[in-house]
């Protein structure tokens, strides 16, 4: 099959998987397989190599990625059920005071709770987010509101173990302890300045309270009562709550640190790896859940992350599934040629042309997971062709996949709702905030590409 066609079969089903989730609505989980089907077919590869290829893909994936997200989420869900959120906000409140809360609570939440899954974080912050507002200048709710944007999807595409940065990684085969130190680098940093950025923004008159906020009515659901206040009352202190991830990400930080300086052992990559990290912090979650709350409520909140655990696990490994089918395509010799030293593009705008491709994928289907998970899937089978080091692309995919969050997204509605602003509050508040982000991360990457 000529060159052309295999550029062109690939376009065809990209569009097919964005216009099967954006207009009929299918489940991203069926439009991937039908995307990756279509372009087994039609590249020639028939019947059997292509359910054969798209296994094996998926499988791959699993392996690489498949128990850190398993993992991930049940030490996010123990992490909640602990009460770590709510208290940590206390924390910073006393520390910092109303007016440097928000920088505190971009950083806190990009650095330390991306294993909360992203709607979970965005439940359960919102009304820490509208307490607080009063105590803000002016502008409170515009300002808390896009401080949680900021600090939950930052965390969720640059911070391991956040579950967008870790299918990326897992896709383009960076290393976690890499993707850790890189991703820390550019979340938190990212962060708060878009948090600043967005805060001037408010004092030259962006917000108008009058059209941007809607009359906000505590539900039951919503305002928790008295048991549920004594229930995180009981709760352990926050320095042991969040002390298992903590491990965890230095557990990761070590092996790579380790790796880096050529230190080789088998027990210092045994104690670095990734899946043991992980596993160790949820373990010590477990034990102090275990041992400070109810067994019905543990028991409550690993359910919960089981059940969290299942359509991440599948739109992950068919992103891999995906990337499979394409390096069969031989559209990798193609891409390849395109993006590489040889061809002259530059560093710099093969960074840039990353962050297009997963912008245009999540503007189009409305979910940063899929779009960073579908053009990681794309640009995978043609990363070793490339003078950028892998990190960096896994970084301008997530930098990308967060350009500006709107109405095609389940999370806008969310949002609209629980922190009481109206659509054109919305806008603003997540996505103007989540476009700073992405541009200001760019930027970012761009300054860490020339020194990576």
Same mark, same amino acid.
């Given at each position: 099959?000529?060159?052309a ?6 376009? $065809? ?17 069926i439009?991937l397989v $039908? ?15 292509? +359910? ?8 791959? +994936? ?9 993992f ?10 602990m ?6 906000v206390?924390v910073?409140l @006393?520390?910092?005071g109303?007016q440097?809360?928000?920088y505190? =609570? ?6 330390i709770?991306?294993? +909360?899954?992203v ?11 509208r307490?607080?507002a009063? @105590? ?5 709710i515009?300002?808390?509101?896009g401080?949680?944007t ?8 640059f ?8 299918s990326?990684a897992g896709?383009?085969?960076?290393p976690? &302890?890499?993707m850790l130190?890189? &991703? ?7 962060a %708060?300045?878009?948090?600043?950025i967005?805060?001037?923004?408010l ?10 906020e809607v009359?906000?009515? #505590?539900?039951?659901? #919503?305002s928790?009562?008295?048991?549920? @206040?004594?229930?995180v009352g009981?709760?352990?202190?926050l ?10 990400l230095?557990l990761i930080?070590?092996? !790579?640190?380790?790796a880096? !300086?050529?230190?080789?052992?088998t027990?210092?990559a ?5 899946? =043991? ?7 010590g979650a ?5 041992r ?17 655990? &299942? ?8 992103g891999g599934s ?7 395509t ?5 891409l390849? &040629?395109?993006?590489s ?9 093969t ?27 794309i640009?995978?089978?043609?990363m ?8 960096v ?5 997530g930098s990308? !996949?967060?350009f500006?969050?709107?109405?095609n997204s389940?999370f806008f509605?969310? =949002?609209?709702?629980?922190?009481g %602003?109206s659509t054109?509050?919305a806008l603003?508040a997540?996505?103007?905030?989540t ?10 990457i ?7």
């Amino acid at each position: 099959m000529s060159d052309a066609l295999v550029v062109l079969h690939t376009t $065809i089903a990209i569009i097919a998987i964005v216009l099967l989730i954006l207009v009929i609505q299918v489940d991203p989980v069926i439009s991937l397989v $039908i995307g990756a089907v279509y372009l087994g077919l039609a590249a020639g590869l028939g019947f059997a190599d292509t +359910i054969g290829t798209l296994t094996q893909g998926f499988g791959d +994936i699993m392996a690489e990625v498949g128990l850190l997200i398993g993992f991930g989420v049940l030490l996010g869900s123990l992490l909640l059920a602990m009460g770590a959120l709510q208290k940590l906000v206390e924390v910073l409140l @006393r520390i910092f005071g109303p007016q440097k809360l928000p920088y505190a =609570f971009a950083a806190a939440l990009s650095t330390i709770f991306p294993a +909360i899954y992203v709607d979970v974080q965005l439940v359960l912050a919102a009304p820490l987010a509208r307490s607080a507002a009063p @105590r803000m200048r002016r502008d409170g709710i515009a300002m808390m509101g896009g401080t949680l944007t900021a600090g939950i999807l930052v965390g969720y595409v640059f911070v391991v173990p956040g579950l967008g940065t870790v299918s990326i990684a897992g896709l383009l085969s960076v290393p976690l &302890g890499t993707m850790l130190i890189y &991703g820390t680098l550019i979340g938190p940093p990212t962060a %708060v300045l878009t948090t600043f950025i967005y805060g001037q923004l408010l004092r030259y008159g962006l917000w108008n309270k009058a059209k941007d906020e809607v009359e906000f009515e #505590e539900t039951q659901e #919503e305002s928790p009562d008295a048991a549920d @206040r004594q229930r995180v009352g009981n709760t352990p202190p926050l320095y042991l709550s969040l002390l298992p991830i903590l491990v965890a990400l230095l557990l990761i930080a070590f092996g !790579a640190v380790a790796a880096a !300086a050529g230190l080789e052992s088998t027990v210092v990559a045994f104690v670095g790896d990734p899946v =043991f990290a992980l596993f160790v912090g949820l373990l010590g979650a477990y034990l102090l859940a275990w041992r400070t709350l109810p067994n019905e409520r543990v028991g409550e909140a690993m359910n919960e992350g089981f059940n969290s655990t &299942g359509q991440i696990l599948l739109i992950t490994g068919l992103g891999g599934s995906l990337g499979a089918v394409i390096g069969e395509t031989g559209l990798e010799g193609i891409l390849g &040629g395109f993006f590489s030293a040889e061809s002259g593009t530059p560093v710099l705008l093969t960074i840039l042309l990353a962050w297009v491709i997963a912008a245009v994928l999540h503007l189009a289907i409305g979910s940063i997971s899929v779009a960073a998970i579908t053009a990681a899937g794309i640009l995978a089978p043609i990363m070793d062709g490339l003078e950028v080091p892998k990190v960096v692309i896994a970084l301008a995919i997530g930098s990308g !996949a967060l350009f500006a969050l709107q109405v095609n997204s389940n999370f806008f509605w969310m =949002f609209q709702t629980l922190l009481g %602003v109206s659509t054109q509050g919305a806008l603003k508040a997540l996505t103007l905030v989540t476009a700073l982000a992405s541009v200001v991360s760019l930027l970012l990457i761009l300054a860490l590409s020339l020194v990576a």
